[in-house]
């Protein structure tokens, strides 16, 4: 599924088109992909608000099995199933890189906006980019937890969380039912600020202690909060329900502009940060904690060549859980 232009998700922005299979050069592997987490990212790409090398397969949640190895790529075997996020390939010299902060590379390029992703049949990738699939997970269960779930793990640890704290999350969509699992095991009580109904439902489902519209007030300050939604106005509302010294983790690759706030939502060293990608070592802890725990990701499923409703739905909230395109069974 190919974007030529940019263009409203309910336009229908990408049209399925005839490729070559694409074949792996050195260090690269390619995948015969089996699902395709539909993510919110994406959405912002076929619409403009983040920018991407076009033409582009969109895509950057993928699981499948691996096809070939090119020259020098040694870390997988034809048929091991693999799984590809957003961090395709980072400078590995500049001081990011240098000190395990490869998220923040300038230099990075990513998979569905620098690179074909997938939201197609084939593809190829870095090995470096590739995680082998913990046993246990089919590709379908373990899609949404590529960029979903890792960044989602990035920033609970981010907001500063720990057991036993009470943690707001503001918007609940693929990454945050995916947080609520992790930090319900993790012993924190959960609080879900949400506006459609069946999100709140789904939250209730995974064990939230308090779930409520994103205006309302659960009645206790919160220790730790993370927001989901690119609404910047949600902002000054989530600093509004931190207790002192807490932290806003904000999961947003793209937001809409933050009001003026009075400096006393921030004041008692209150903290609000930003979350950027993820690092290698995210991925591999997040998918070895998902295994044990397990993470569960609710799905709904959609053919590839659906990939256009799926996004026109996530832009109207409709999806509870995450959307998924389902290759192969």
């Known amino acids: 599924m190919l974007l030529e232009r940019i263009r409203a998700a309910e336009q229908g922005p990408l049209r399925a088109a005839e490729m070559p299979d694409p074949r792996p050069v050195a260090g690269e592997i390619s995948i015969a992909v089996e699902a395709c987490g539909v993510c919110r990212t994406d959405l912002h790409i076929v619409e403009g608000e983040v920018t991407a090398r076009l033409p582009i397969v969109p895509g950057h949640q ?71 699939l913990p046993a246990g997970f089919t590709a379908q269960q373990a899609a949404p937890l590529l960029c979903a779930g890792v960044i989602g793990y990035r920033t609970l640890r981010l907001s500063g969380a720990r057991p036993g704290s009470r943690l707001g999350l503001f918007g609940f969509g693929a990454s945050a039912h995916l947080v609520l699992q992790l930090a319900r095991h993790e012993g924190c009580e959960v609080f879900v600020f949400t506006r459609e109904e069946r999100h709140r439902e789904l939250a209730r489902e995974l064990g939230a202690t308090w779930v409520g519209a994103t205006a309302e007030d659960p009645g206790v300050l919160l220790d730790a909060a993370a927001i989901f939604a690119p609404a910047g106005e ?96």
């Not at 074909?116 to 590739?130: F, K, L, S």
């Not at 000054?236 to 807490?246: F, K, M, Q, S, T």
């Not at 993470?295 to 995450?322: D, S, T």
Request: proline share 4%; with cysteine.
């Open 62 to 132: 993928v699981a499948g099995r691996v096809l070939e190895c090119g020259a020098g790529a040694q870390r997988f075997r034809p048929g091991d199933l693999v799984g590809v996020g957003w961090l395709s390939q980072t400078c590995g010299q500049c001081a990011f890189c240098r000190s395990g902060r490869e998220n923040l590379c300038a230099r990075a390029l990513f998979t569905g906006r620098d690179r074909d992703g997938g939201y197609a049949e084939c593809m190829t990738a870095p090995e470096w980019a590739a995680d082998r």
């Open 234 to 329: 949600i902002v000054p509302v989530a600093l509004e329900r931190l207790d002192r010294g807490a932290t806003l983790a904000v999961n947003a690759i793209h937001m809409s502009p933050i009001p003026s706030l009075e400096y006393a939502k921030l004041y008692g060293e209150r903290v609000v940060r930003s979350v950027m990608n993820c690092t290698r070592r995210d991925a591999r802890e997040f998918l070895e904690l998902a295994a044990r725990i397990p993470v569960r990701a609710e799905r709904v499923l959609f053919g590839l060549e659906q990939a256009n409703e799926a996004l026109a739905r996530i832009k109207r909230g409709e999806i509870r859980g995450a959307a998924v395109l389902a290759l192969r069974a």
